[in-house]
Each structure stands twice: as C-alpha cells, then as structure tokens.
C-alpha cells in the first residue's frame, strides 16, 4: 500500500523521525516502557552495526548478513532510503532503511502486496506489526489491475497499542521518469484511529509506484494530527543509485537538508 513515511519529521502515521503512527502510539510519554525499547533496539542491532564510514567517503549502509542491498533512493526533505531483501524473508518480502541527517530514522518490511509487514523507529525503540486479522488488507495487485486499492486495517506496536488505518490508492495515470526511472503517479487518502475511533493522523497526497520493483516511493502530502498541527511535506526521489553506481549505500542525504520549510506547520492550519 501507499509509501510510510519515515516522520521524526511530523509524520509514518510513518514516515517517520519517529514514524507518525509511533508518535501517535506514544503520545502518553509514561506509555513507552523501557524493557519494550530496549528489545526492539537489540532486534535493529544488526542494520545498525552495518552502518560502516569509509576513510573519506561518506558513511555506506551494508544489509545484515543474508540481505542484498538492491538500490538506494536519495529523497527530497532530506532522506536517503536503503532497500533490500533478505534471504530468510517469505518470498516478495522487501525492506527498507531510511537516513537522515541525524542517522538511522525508519527501519520496514513489506510484502509482495505492499502491506506494512513491521516498522520501526530506531531512536525510540517503537515498533509497529501488522494485525493479520484486518477488514481489507492493502492489495498492490488491484492498485495496478484496477487503478484503485481500498485498504482497512490494523497495526499493533510493542507498547500494545492498536491502531486502525483507512483509506485508498489510486493512479492518476500519470507516468513520469526519475533518474532513469519510470513511476507511475499516485493520489492517496489515509485517516488512523486508535482502537476507541479517535482520529489521530490524517494524510492525502501524491506519491509515486514502481511496477518493475513493486513498491512505493514518497512524493508531497499534507497532514494533520490530532492536536491540530498541520504539516506539509515532500519526500519525493530524486536519484535511483543500483549497485556499481556512485551513491550505492551512501547514508548522507543530500537534498533539502540546508531548508527546513518541510517541517514547518500549514499557514493557518489548513490540510
């Protein structure tokens, strides 16, 4: 389904650069417990030791062992996303390592329909897990066979608390080229609730899909929580490095990091 953001930024309900559902999961500070945090922050062990500086270059992300680094996205509002699979993972699994300046900010795993498998927040220690017994799970086969998907399901994190995320993909029929790299445009609508039916983030947008490497990229939304902050951003890739190419595992994000303007609230509140 629809790209999560990574979102210490304000956002993954992701993004993201706590992802915003992490955020909106502790928004009671005294609800994260410390044991949780440090069991999720020994499970992204491996992906942070491989986080490797090379004399004079720029720190260059290595995959745990039995992972394949396939490509890395350098995004605009400053991120740089790792994607790679992992030999242990059912077949179609991808994941993903998202950096900003400050670091590791994401860690994700999708499936082969794009449904949000698990995610993290490393400098939290919050974690997120799909709830298999949902209404509608995301479906990236209909997104492209139909140009519409429906999506309504939950996710739980490692603090227990359950969130439900409702909304929809569609293609806009547009194609466009980046880096060498034919997307397809998408608009999306996503509203989260927390199991009492409060509206805790709400987002809309447009963002990008791969059909060759079956899954979403960011690209400009809007998005507002639950106490009223409203936040335009734009994660949208600019360069596509494929292993052999400069920038492959590059960890430095490299635009929009000098403007902050991504992370400033709407003028007026507006969505």
């Not at 139909?146 to 929809?168: A, C, K, M, P, Q």
């Not at 790299?181 to 039916?197: K, N, Q, S, Y």
């Not at 509206?199 to 929580?225: C, N, P, W």
Request: with cysteine; proline share 5%.
């Amino acid at each position: 389904m629809m790209h999560r953001t990574d979102t210490g930024r304000a956002q993954p309900v992701h993004r993201q650069r706590t992802v915003t559902v992490a955020r909106a999961a502790d928004r009671d500070a005294g609800r994260s417990a410390l044991l949780p945090r440090l069991a999720a922050l020994a499970a992204l062990g491996a992906a942070l030791l491989a986080i490797t500086p090379l004399p004079g270059r720029a720190a260059t992300f290595t995959p745990p062992q039995g992972c394949t680094l396939e490509v890395t996205v350098q995004n605009r509002g400053c991120s740089v996303s790792q994607y790679y699979r992992c030999g242990s993972d059912p077949d179609g699994h991808q994941r993903s390592a998202i950096f900003g300046q400050d670091g590791m900010t994401h860690l994700s795993r999708i499936d082969a329909e794009t449904r949000w498998i698990e995610s993290a927040d490393p400098q939290s220690g919050l974690e997120d897990r799909l709830v298999e017994d949902s209404q509608d799970h995301a479906s990236f086969t209909t997104l492209l066979e139909t140009g519409r998907d429906d999506f309504d399901f939950w996710t739980e994190s490692n603090t227990g608390e359950r969130l439900r995320h409702i909304g929809r993909d569609e293609l806009t029929g547009e194609t466009v080229t980046v880096d060498g790299v034919e997307l397809e445009r998408t608009r999306f609508e996503l509203v989260t609730r927390d199991a009492g039916g409060e509206v805790l983030i709400t987002r809309k947008g447009q963002q990008f899909v791969s059909r060759a490497m079956r899954r979403f990229y960011g690209g400009v939304e809007h998005q507002s929580d639950w106490t009223g902050e409203s936040r335009r951003t734009d994660d949208s890739p600019v360069l596509f490095s494929f292993p052999g190419e400069i920038g492959f595992g590059e960890t430095t994000p490299q635009f929009d990091c000098d403007q902050l303007m991504t992370g400033l609230p709407v003028p007026g509140g507006g969505a």
